[in-house]
């Protein structure tokens, strides 16, 4: 984490990451992350091995920043990129 407060569920457990901390997911593994503080953070995530994630990433900022999909553009992206929205734990 490089600042604020991001919560991390690894597919049975939720915990809070902060700045400094180190959060891990196998390959492979069900997990979800979210900001709930309602302040800005910032983490760095590593694929290893890599994995071609560039266009998911772009593409979830151009969301945030405004982008407007239909749902059934949204489901493809998703779906292509291998997301699956599920209730917060």
Request: hydrophobic share 40%; net charge negative.
């Amino acid at each position: 984490m490089l600042s604020g407060t991001i919560r991390l569920y690894d597919g049975t457990r939720s915990v809070d990451g902060r700045r400094g901390d180190f959060l891990f997911v196998p390959a492979g593994g069900i997990h979800a992350f979210r900001n709930e503080s309602g302040a800005p953070a910032s983490m760095l995530i590593l694929f290893a091995p890599g994995a071609p994630r560039e266009a998911y990433f772009e593409t979830t900022a151009r969301l945030a920043g405004g982008l407007v999909l239909s749902d059934e553009e949204k489901a493809a992206f998703y779906l292509h990129h291998d997301t699956y929205w599920t209730p917060a734990p």
